[in-house]
């Protein structure tokens, strides 16, 4: 620890003192332990978030605004329970969160507790009462499916029939699947028996929902409350409960078991945070990060609904053992519904660590194409004097071994790359430069910290093309912003990375209450604070814009809105001084000449063409968000889906057969893993290393 750091602890810690002793007169005025520690966490999140976090934010009003609003989405995003007069009543507190944090006199997560419950009692009684009733299936009724579109309803009228729209959608959509099953299995089922059926299951699974509900404690608003105020400061500062201390020890070990996907609890929602190399996962390939998934069913078995279930609780549904099945209905970025199934397994270690293969480019020289993972680093090892492995080791020694093997021109794939450890970031950077500034990093005193490649060796000095796409984050981005701004490399992907420029440390709330008064208190969570900010060797900042690609291609990515532009409260982009370094003479980029060169080509290129309609049909289903709810409407629109999603299968398959047709011996017997077969399949699939293949040739010149 620091020394900045530790003093700003012993600070927080004398703070604390005299409201400690105010705890102790409140627990002999009758006060439980359940408010005293509420009052403690508050009054540590009120002292220490300005004081440690990277921005100038203070616990003031406008914090007091934002917290209010992120509380509200938490409590009811989809805006199914409360009404526009409760959200009225609950906003009275917003001017008075900064300062009741700090006095210890936290009323909002009490209000909103009694008021959601009241509600969470009449909605279960109104959806009683229209499932238990008759539907028109020929009304032309429709829905909003996109709950920032909607307003909270004025009365409970209002909600009622927002309810009935809901509950008709999902008694369609439920039949329509209890249609195709019986079609599949050969059953002849009437089409009275479907819909008793899909209502039986609905109401069924609505039971589910008001029981677990009921579950949610006072402590589990407190919990939200105060993760909401944290939120406000920058999406990834977070207050982590002690319950939730397992769920983030699960998302930096344990989530490599089961289905191997990070998640995170969202508004309500369940979301995938990222897809871990090498997992059951990333194998079935259909999971994606930005899914939300809506229900879990183990195997065949009747899905369990986790809209608005605590992210342990969900978690636990998903894990199991391997080999088992777990069916995943997820909601995609572009409200799309899938079934997801997937063998639940371990991950695959070695799929996780750097790999390489050869490839051939267009006019036979051959290229080598290194795939990046993560920047991986064993710290205990190391720290230990032990030898650990390291991705920077990794890189070097594929890097090397693609050069015995004559390579002539390399692709960097840092694609879905969500970071990892600075040090293998700037290391790895160094591989292709002579020694100089690679990053900065600020700190929230303002302190500006030069990290440098010291190493004058350069591994590798040919021609470079790295890949980058909208889920290419924080280190991935270090590297490339680099290798940019050197002129080292090309880079290529989608409009631009993730813009993820900032670094988190874990504070244990319990390590700031002074030993004579530990025993006093339960646990008190732990805090997820933002401290530092990236900055290119250019000045500018690598958080909220990402890095933009020197040659832009068509990318699925782009209808998502993925990225820290798109999350509520994100620290802006800003710059500082430049520092001094050399660009790169030894292949001069022609940069307008390739781009032309690229966009001539990926015209043509049936990969691209796919991916390019897929982006049209993508971005109008986005738009679109108004369905219909005859059912005769919400069948077709169900056969279309099924139509366009084969369609571009087999576009996708035709396209892959044409690229597989080429011989690459040289990946055949490059000594891979059994378990990188299907990786090296899918780099003779993939349009994007073939276009950076054409690319790497373009800057090669003619042979």
């Known amino acids: 620890m620091n020394l900045s750091k530790k003093l700003t602890l012993t600070i927080l810690i004398l703070l604390v003192f005299p409201f400690l002793a105010a705890a102790k007169t409140s627990e ?50 989809q805006k199914r329970f409360l009404l526009k007069k409760d959200t009225d009543e609950l906003a009275a507190f917003t001017p008075y969160i900064d300062d009741n944090l700090e006095q210890g006199t936290n009323s909002l997560p009490d209000a909103g507790f009694d008021i959601l419950g009241e509600r969470i009692d009449q909605v279960e009684k109104i959806v009683g009462e229209i499932l238990g009733g008759p539907f028109d299936f020929n009304a032309a009724d429709s829905l909003e499916t996109d709950p920032e579109k909607l307003m909270f309803a004025k009365d409970l009228q209002e909600l009622r029939e927002r309810w009935r729209l809901i509950l008709k959608y999902e008694v369609i959509a439920r039949d329509l699947e209890l249609e195709d099953e019986a079609k599949k299995a050969k059953e002849n089922k009437s089409s009275e028996t479907l819909f008793q059926e899909a209502k039986d299951k609905v109401t069924k699974r609505y039971k589910e929902i008001f029981h677990r509900l009921r579950q949610e404690t006072r402590q589990d608003h407190y919990d939200r409350f105060f993760n909401a105020v944290t939120r406000a400061f920058d999406p990834h500062t977070n207050y982590i409960p002690p319950a939730g201390k397992e769920q983030f020890d699960i998302s930096m070990r344990g989530s490599l078991e089961g289905i191997g996907a990070l998640l995170r609890e969202d508004d309500g929602f369940i979301k995938v945070d990222r897809i871990i190399p090498g997992s059951a996962s990333a194998k079935q390939g259909r999971l994606q990060a930005k899914d939300i998934i809506l229900q879990v069913a183990q195997g065949k ?51 996780t660590f750097v790999k390489s293969t050869v490839l051939k480019n267009p006019d036979g020289r051959m290229i080598g194409l290194i795939n990046i993972p993560g920047f991986y680093r064993d710290f205990e090892k190391t720290n230990n004097g032990e030898a650990a492995r390291n991705s920077t080791d990794d890189t070097r020694k594929e890097l090397l071994d693609l050069k015995s093997k004559g390579v002539s021109g390399i692709i960097l794939d ?26 900065q990093v600020k700190n929230s005193n303002g302190t500006v910290r030069v990290l440098n490649d010291e190493d004058p060796e350069v ?48 504070i244990n ?125 919400m069948r077709t629109k169900q056969e279309e889906s099924k139509i366009a999603k084969e369609t571009v299968g087999k576009q996708f398959r035709l396209y892959q057969d044409e690229a597989g047709d080429e011989e690459n011996p040289d990946a055949k017997d490059s000594g891979q893993e059994v378990g990188n077969k299907a990786w090296l399949e899918e780099v003779h699939e993939d349009p994007y290393i073939r276009e950076a293949n054409h690319i790497v040739t373009d800057l090669q010149g003619k042979k």
């Open 301 to 351: 078995e009747e899905p369990v609904d986790i809209t608005d279930m605590r992210l342990r609780d969900a978690v636990r549904l998903i894990r199991g053992p391997k080999g088992s099945e777990v069916r995943l209905t997820v909601k995609k970025a572009d409200g799309a519904r899938d079934i997801i199934p997937i063998i639940r397994d371990v991950v695959q270690i070695e799929e």
């Open 509 to 633: 709330l319990n390590d700031n209450i002074p030993l004579l008064h530990a025993n006093k208190y339960d646990d008190l969570g732990a805090l997820k604070v933002t401290i530092q900010k990236f900055y290119r060797i250019t000045g500018g900042s690598t958080q909220y814009k990402g890095i933009e690609p020197d040659i832009t291609l068509p990318s699925l990515l782009q209808s998502l809105k993925s990225g820290e532009r798109y999350l509520e409260y994100s620290l802006p982009w800003d710059s500082i001084a430049p520092v001094a370094f050399t660009t790169s003479s030894e292949h001069p980029l022609q940069l307008a000449a390739l781009r032309n060169a690229s966009a001539t080509r990926v015209k043509g290129d049936p990969g691209f063409v796919v991916i390019e309609k897929e982006i049209t049909r993508v971005e109008e289903r986005i738009n679109n968000t108004v369905v219909s709810l005859k059912i005769k409407d």
């Open 28 to 77: 002999q005025d009758n006060s439980s332990s359940f408010q005293k520690r509420n009052q403690l966490i508050g009054y540590m999140l009120a002292k220490q978030l300005p004081t440690i976090h990277f921005s100038d934010k203070k616990m003031n009003d406008e914090q007091a605004r934002a917290a209010f609003t992120l509380y509200i989405k938490q409590l009811d995003f």
């Open 414 to 439: 840092l694609r879905n790359n969500g970071g990892g450890a600075l040090v293998d970031a700037v290391d790895i950077a160094g591989l292709f430069l002579t020694s100089g500034p690679v990053v």
């Open 459 to 506: 591994v590798y000095d040919g021609p470079l093309v790295v890949l980058v796409n909208a889920f290419s984050a924080s280190a991935s981005e270090i590297v490339a912003a680099a290798l940019q701004d050197y002129k080292r490399a090309v880079i290529v992907g989608g409009p631009t990375t993730h813009g993820k420029g900032t670094v988190q440390t874990v």
